[in-house]
């Protein structure tokens, strides 16, 4: 036994020289003496043993209670431990976990489950998160808006307690001045669980309160506790359900877009709630509607295209443009990338821009998509405006969007809200038979290939193109002929479609394919 990483050095008896030295006794009383020897060495050898390890082991428990009474936060370091197990001990009194996240449209969802794996990890409350207006989407949504928070709150009851508001007597604090504010500036991104049990949780017993500002990707996928990670999945796929005003615009856009009610199936269940179809709608009589739809997420908006710093055509008017945009909304980035040290060109072939729509149609039409497909466009307003979109209509004519298929008055509570009305796109993305993005690193994307994946049970193809691997692809379509163009944009479509668990550090949220989410040996997914 060596407590501690302690070594004993115990002395042995010195060497026995009764062999080598003459004497008169028989050889029965010299073999009797030194067994004698040895014995008494032996015995010695035992006792100074036991003795060292008796004294270490006081030794261990005086310094371990100076240790703990001299300093409060001495439970820290066993919480370090406890994170293996997921838990930090029990408080007499109520920590209060407050949070306003950044509101970027769906984004929203993936930090209100870290929070909760947050609040969970810490044994504290959590303050139903706050959203903060984006001058980007420049959206007032709160939770109560696109969220059922009672549903919420009631799903998660067994896990996590959750209120709706902070207790009086802790309204009035200034928890800035108190130090119990942390922004994104304090946390570095995806920070394992030992940096909320090192930093946080003192702060949370100090002051009974911490307030998270921003919360963007915070939290790390990888390692944490197979219970937490359980707990993000419920949370992302059962806890969140849409309010009812969405769940019925959603379900009645979904309708429209088919044409026609077709079965119900996981997704519509979970995605509608209590507003599925129940009547027959059918605008064409005719037998040739169409019942699929392909839904893909183009995304090119404003923001997208500023962002990236990559060069899509236009000129200088476009570059002019872009760059006072993001002067404005943007100007950290702006800051860093001053000198330029990374060309357009250069980032088109890392595959860091988003596909622009005439590449979107090449794909599709390199998969065998015919022009009579039925798509829907899923986004808000496309860069450039429909001239920008003409290329992709001439070869699939059949495109419609949520404003063409919603009345006015139907969209009318939704406007000016954008996380709503991405809410919608959500739902029509989720629930097509075919979803396609042009940026897999978008939110949206993301989060509906997750649900997809989850809900779907292995029926719903995601066509999510390698953007390096395509814009290799593009720049040599002048040398090759289309057969060979088709052959390596399906090779790569298909290789991305592969079932893989989730690796190591990858989102849960978009491959829940995981242990603590879709595994077999997982005992999660009770389904509604």
């Known amino acids: 036994m060596n407590p501690q990483g302690r070594y004993c050095f115990v002395r042995g008896a010195k060497s026995n020289d009764l062999y080598f030295r003459k004497s008169k006794l028989a050889p029965h009383a010299k073999r009797h003496a030194v067994i004698w020897r040895h014995l008494r060495s032996l015995a010695f050898a035992i006792v100074l043993l036991g003795a060292v390890f008796v004294l270490d082991s006081l030794m261990l428990c005086v310094v371990q209670q100076i240790k703990f009474r001299g300093d409060p936060m001495a439970g820290v370091s066993r919480g370090l431990e406890d994170v293996r197990e997921g838990h930090v001990e029990k408080e007499t009194t109520e920590l209060m976990m407050y949070g ?8 929203a969802l993936t930090k209100v489950c870290n929070a909760v794996a947050v609040a969970v990890l810490l044994n504290a409350t959590l303050v139903l998160p706050k959203f903060l207006y984006s001058s980007v989407w420049r959206d007032a949504s709160q939770f109560g808006d696109i969220y059922q928070e009672d549903f919420f709150i009631d799903y998660l009851k067994d896990d996590v307690h959750i209120v709706k508001e902070l207790p009086l007597h802790l309204q009035s604090l200034d ?13 570095m991104k995806e920070a394992e669980p030992t940096y909320f049990i090192e930093v946080v949780l003192p702060l949370l017993r100090r002051n009974s309160v911490v307030h998270f500002l921003g919360f963007g990707n915070r939290l790390a996928f990888d390692p944490l506790p197979l219970h937490l990670q359980r707990l993000r999945c419920k949370c992302n796929f059962h806890a969140l359900k849409f309010v009812p005003k969405i769940q019925e615009i959603g379900s009645l856009l979904v309708r429209r877009i088919r044409k026609h009610d077709s079965r119900l199936t996981e997704l519509d269940k979970q995605l509608f709630g209590d507003h599925r179809p129940q009547t027959s709608l059918r605008i064409h009589h005719n037998l040739t509607s169409p019942a699929k739809y392909l839904a893909l997420h183009m995304r090119f908006e404003m923001d997208m295209v500023a962002y990236c710093l990559c060069d899509f055509g236009g000129g200088e008017k476009e570059r002019k443009e872009l760059q006072a945009y993001r002067e404005i909304h943007f100007p950290t980035l702006v800051m860093r990338f001053r000198n330029g040290s990374v060309s357009p060109e250069e980032l088109r072939n890392l595959g860091r821009c988003p596909l622009m729509p005439e590449e979107a149609a090449l794909m599709l039409s390199a998969l065998g998509y015919s022009r009579e497909t039925y798509i829907y466009l899923a986004g808000s307003h496309i860069y450039g405006g429909h ?92 040398t090759m002929q289309w057969n060979e163009f088709e052959e390596r944009v399906r090779q790569m479509i298909e290789e991305n479609q592969r079932a893989t668990a989730r690796r190591r550090g990858r989102s849960i949220y978009r491959q829940p394919r995981s242990p603590g989410c879709m595994c077999s040996s997982d005992i999660l997914r009770t389904r509604q």
Do not use: W
């Open 175 to 187: 928890l800035e001045a108190i130090g119990s504010q942390i922004t994104d500036m304090d946390i």
């Open 387 to 478: 001239s920008r979109l003409l290329p992709f209509i001439r070869v699939y004519p059949n495109l419609v969007t949520k404003e063409d298929l919603l009345t006015t008055s139907e969209l009318a509570p939704f406007k000016n809200f954008s996380s709503q009305l991405a809410a919608l796109d959500f739902i029509a993305c989720a629930s097509a038979d075919v979803f396609a993005m042009t940026d897999s690193g978008s939110q949206l994307s993301s989060l509906v290939t997750g649900y997809r994946t989850y809900h779907g049970r292995g029926r719903t193809p995601t066509l999510r193109p390698n953007k390096k691997r395509l814009a290799k692809i593009l720049s040599e379509n002048k």
């Open 100 to 107: 306003r996240l950044i509101n970027l449209a769906s984004a």
